[in-house]
């Protein structure tokens, strides 16, 4: 294994304990404060179709921001396996009514029968998870390459132009700057319950 995997690898594990060991009452802050980031955000504001995800492994909760999202006719997207083509994603509907099913890493998720399903391109806004971000926009995610594959039509297109990403995290997430990869799809800022990390200054 070479030393920047073994990089990765430990961060990731490092991480991921750490924001796991945080008490549920510290989850429900940092759910509040990140809600309080997000709203004060023009891109945010802008949007109307709105991508985020359900918390699994301590991840920062993003279910205040669903809730402001259904209060103010905002439409939310959960992400979804795509059944075949490989580590890619699928967006469908989130709504009130919608019945959940756990997917292969115990992350509920919403059925793919019949369900309203929207173009990852026709996103205004996704929200997403990481497992360890830098504040040029770096992001490391949990390994499966799902985000990267999804977005990597955004290398093509001008960069203010289309879909936003903003990920979301716990401010103890926080790294020294991430080495990028080829395929790392950049984010245009990171959203915590403190802060938010504006990659484009
Ligand atoms: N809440 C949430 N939803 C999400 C993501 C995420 O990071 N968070 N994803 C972001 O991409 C996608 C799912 N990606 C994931 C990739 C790996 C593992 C995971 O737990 N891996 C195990 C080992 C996997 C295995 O059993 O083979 C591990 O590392 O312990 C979970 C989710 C889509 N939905
Ligand atoms: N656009 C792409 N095309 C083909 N393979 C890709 C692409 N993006 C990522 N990959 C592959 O996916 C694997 C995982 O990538 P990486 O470790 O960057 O995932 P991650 O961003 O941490 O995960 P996730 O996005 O699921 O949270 C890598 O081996 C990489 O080669």
Redesign the pocket.
Known sequence: MTQATDFKKNLRRQMRKARRSLKPVQQRQHARGLLATIRRLTQFRRSQNIAL?????G?ISPEEVIHYCRKFGKQCYL?V?HPVRHNR?WFIAYNKETVLVNNI?G?KEPPLIKAPRRPAWALDLVLL?LVAFDEEGGRL????G??DRTFAFKQSWRKERGTRLIGLAHDLQKADRLKTESWDIPLEGVATEKSFYNARR
């Open positions: 995800y359900l918390p699994s492994d991840e992400p396996l994603l890493y992350i998870p995610g949990m390994g499966g799902y985000y």
